[in-house]
């Protein structure tokens, strides 16, 4: 088989996308999506890890109110675990300029690529 037929095209999320399932101390799980994650980066990388700056900034970018909610259902899901999840370096380095572009410009979204 050639090079060419076993290379396959990874689509690029639309934010809906399920990125982690992290453990509830209370039972169940948490899923966290693309968006989820895009709103992690800007809020360690641009707000210093403040999700009250976040929540804020949320206000000003496209698409508030859907940015506002994931802001403070992150908020929320940070406090009740004591911190939310690490993101590896490499998944930083390839979500880091789509992040920013996502909060500022793009429509949080429900829809999953493919």
């Known amino acids: 088989m050639s090079d060419q037929a076993q290379t396959q095209t990874i689509l690029r999320p639309s934010g809906a996308e399920t990125y982690q399932e ?18 992690m980066i800007v809020c360690r990388n641009s707000m210093d890890g403040d999700w009250t700056r976040t929540r804020a900034a949320a206000l000003m970018v496209t698409d508030p109110a859907k940015k506002r909610a994931l802001a403070d259902r992150l908020w929320r899901l940070d406090q009740q675990l004591g911190g939310l999840p690490a993101i590896p370096d490499n998944v930083l380095r390839l979500n880091l300029a789509r992040a920013h572009l996502w909060f500022n410009e793009r429509m949080v979204t429900d829809a999953k690529a493919g």
């Open 22 to 39: 992290i453990p509830l101390p209370a039972g169940g799980t948490a899923v966290l999506t693309y968006n989820d994650l895009w709103l």
